[in-house]
């Protein structure tokens, strides 16, 4: 198993290594065909800052901005259901809504457009991206599947408003219960409230900071991640909520930077990949194509970093402690209580499978015994 | 000269009517200074000083304007609760008169004629003021709020009151608000009264600078007391709320889809345009055109009371362009709206465990596998089979927020609407129109005309209504209602 697991992890840091290669030549940031540059990273830490942090130096009138609406509400029509159809993409409804998205990121006042004030015409519009990047993004967009976060650069997450980029997993809205279940649990445990928790595959450290949020004043988070690129972004995320004090990001694999902290973690909770490798070449175009291969495969049954987290969780947990993972359903959480049941029995008690709100099961909790 | 210093204190904003008093006062020797009271001034010497005390008592309390001309009859009176309810059950009896007797009552039974704003007759404006003034008591349903907030004062002195801190919340929310209310009568009253003394006065003085200056002050009393007649119409408890509003397309398909969308469109054009903020929480669209339902949320002041007007069923008819016969239908969609009640005024608990929540439009294995910008949550609530959604959010979350936030407002009215049932004493029966009642028609072919059923208000230009221009079928409506029930 050692061995095993030792030779995916270097087989995937070199899938990692040439992604991320291929990254930096392919991906060309959202930068602005007009003259004047803007100095897109005020801090070193991000260098694709979200659409919506832009500066507005951009200008456009609004009948410029609304025939290029138009341009980009006609390319998604022309969609209908076909992604849907070929592999459960977005429809021409999601597509428009997307597209409003865009625009509001865009505009550093979105409210005029809203009205259909058909005097001022030329009123003139300050926009953080020029019209000509909007066009390009719209078309990465439906041409080549690039996933809508990425184009604005950030994802709504519970109340969060997180940086993402190629390279790091666009958060799910599945994984905000997790925020709910630890919140559950440190409600009635003040202990736990005030303890160390970690995020193992932290990407853009989104469960880290949901967690974050809500720990008592002495609570910490350790964020681990082995794709630079995550730790970056999820470092820019701790920033701007301003967590820095309480939450540490840091590069590794799984539990390896935490040995010093053995037997007295509070909560360990993880993301990790979960989809087994025969699936990568049949998922979502916007997953497949564009999201970081280091964060979906969890080998040929998808739950090799599964497994090796429930050591971690075993070894790391203090007594009382709690756990939570999140799976690909059904399947591999029964396998992974049935595991624990058998092989970690006298480690974990109180296992707890729970659906998401599409009632599929998703997450394994538990409490070290 | 004398006329110069009044008429600076003349130009200062509303509370000069105070200081205006104050300086009419010291330069000509009130009247209520028995010792040097000139009775040239007034027609009448035998002012009713019991009368003068009471107004003065009930000043200090209800509108915290003195008279200064009865300074000396400034007894303390504070503000216990005590006071309080004596001050209401004795204040029917009390009216502010002026110095020679008029009241607000009596000018309204005097039936002096009422001009055209433009000719500067002070009578005529006074006349329209309290007509005015009496149409506004009646919208607030005068009698019963005075009841009621006797009630209330009562309930207020309780010992034990704030034992359900719940309950007593509510009743001093609802107190103060019925307070400021009969505040603002009483204060119109008086102002009214202190502008045909100051009238009276400067032509006693034949000071015509002054008398010119007042019915100036009078016209534009009459200009804002009209405005007071239209916030009347929205006196209800929950009028002053935000709103959500939720359009249903009937049967008939694409053709009624397309109008439940031109009628939701209307209500956010018309939101717009009285600067309410719109969000849409949850849309079903139609599959070719239109809407099979959508709620927007509209924020404001009063969006509820005015929206509240719309419950019901809308009716179109017109040739359907959906139609390749051309033939005419007609179709409904079915309004109905609901206030955002303030945090702590809720009606309804709701139970985390009696709700099911789901994610819906989602298909597949969901988590990595799956890249969605869509994350529509239902929320049903369990022992009602009330439900809520919103998909308009950015996050799972913020939806799950959103139509919890429905769910509490359409619960909070569904018990609303419960007691109301059940005590019928103080309550706003126009919630209580059930959304299957036809209450408007548009007709497009063979005419173009929108009439409300409930009113016959009628509007030709019908693209102007469609377009969101709906605000005199709604105070039409208000008006007609709100007088009727009061009659
Ligand atoms: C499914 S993503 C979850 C990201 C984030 N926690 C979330 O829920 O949005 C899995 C993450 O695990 C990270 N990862 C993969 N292998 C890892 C390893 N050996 N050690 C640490 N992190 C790893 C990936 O880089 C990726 O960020």
Known sequence: ?369 | MSSNILRKAYNKRPSSIISRYQSISKLFLSSSNPQIQSTDFYSSIDKPQHHASKFEFLSKNASGVSLASNKRLNFSCGCSLNNTRLLFSTQAAVQPSTADGLTVDAIVANQWTILDESESDWKSHASAIAQSIRLIKKRLQWEKLKVRLEMLSFQLEKPDLWDDPVHAGKISREHGSLMGKMKLVNGLEQELIEHIDMIKLAREEEDHDLESESVKALLKMRQSVKEKELEALLAGEHDSCSCYIEVQAGAGGTESMDWAGMVMQMYKMWAERRGYGVTVVDEMRGEIAGIKRATIKVDGEYAYGYAKAEVGAHRLVRISPFDAAKRRHTSFAAVAVTPILGDGSHHVQINESDLRIERYRSGGAGGQHANVTDSAVRITHIPTGITAACQNERSQHQNKASAMAVLQSRLDQREMARQAQMNSQYTQSLTDNSWGNQIRSYVLHPYRMVKDLRTNFEVSDTDSVLEGEIDDFILSFLTDSMDKENE
């Open chain 1, 1 to 369: 198993m050692n061995l095993s697991s030792l030779a995916r992890l270097s087989s995937l840091s070199t899938v990692f290594a040439s992604r991320t290669l291929n990254r930096s030549i392919a991906f060309k940031p959202i930068s602005c065909s007009s003259s004047v540059s803007v100095p897109h990273a005020p801090t070193s830490l991000n260098p694709n800052l979200p659409l919506f942090l832009r500066p507005p130096t951009f200008t456009a009138t609004l009948s410029d901005l609304q025939k290029w609406q138009n341009w980009a509400k006609n390319l998604a029509s022309s969609i209908g259901s076909s992604f849907t159809d070929s592999d459960n993409g977005p429809d021409s409804e999601i597509l428009h809504r997307e597209l409003n998205w865009l625009i509001e990121d865009a505009l550093q006042n979105p409210k005029p457009l809203l009205t259909r004030n058909d005097s001022d015409h030329d009123i003139v519009l300050q926009l953080r991206a020029d019209l000509g990047d909007l066009y390009t993004l719209w078309k990465q967009r439906i041409e080549k599947r690039r996933p809508f976060q990425y184009i604005v650069g950030c994802e709504h997450w519970r109340d969060l408003v997180l940086s993402v980029e190629e390279g790091v997993l666009i958060p799910r809205p599945e994984t905000e219960l997790i925020i709910d279940l630890v919140d559950d649990t440190i409600k009635q445990n003040e202990e736990l409230k005030e303890g160390l928790w970690v995020d193992l595959g932290t990407g853009s450290g989104a469960i880290a900071i949901g967690i974050g949020k809500i720990l008592g004043d002495s609570g910490r988070v350790i964020a681990i991640d082995l794709s630079p690129i995550a730790v970056q972004v999820a470092s820019f995320n701790v920033n701007r909520y301003n967590l820095q004090d309480k939450i540490s990001v840091k590069q590794g694999s799984w539990f390896e930077p935490l040995i010093e902290f053995e037997g007295r973690v509070a909560g360990f909770v993880s993301n990790p990949p979960y989809i087994p490798s025969g699936h990568i070449k049949g998922l979502q175009a916007e997953v497949g194509r564009h999201e970081p291969i280091l964060a979906l495969d969890g080998g040929e049954d998808g739950m090799s970093d599964l497994l090796h987290l429930c050591k971690g969780a075993a070894l790391m947990l203090k007594p009382g402690g709690f756990f939570a993972f999140e799976t690909n359903g059904e399947d591999q959480c029964l396998f992974l209580v049935d595991h624990m049941e058998t092989i970690h029995h006298d480690s974990f008690h109180n296992l707890k499978i729970i659906p998401d709100f599409a009632g599929i099961q998703r997450f394994v909790t538990g409490i070290r015994i």
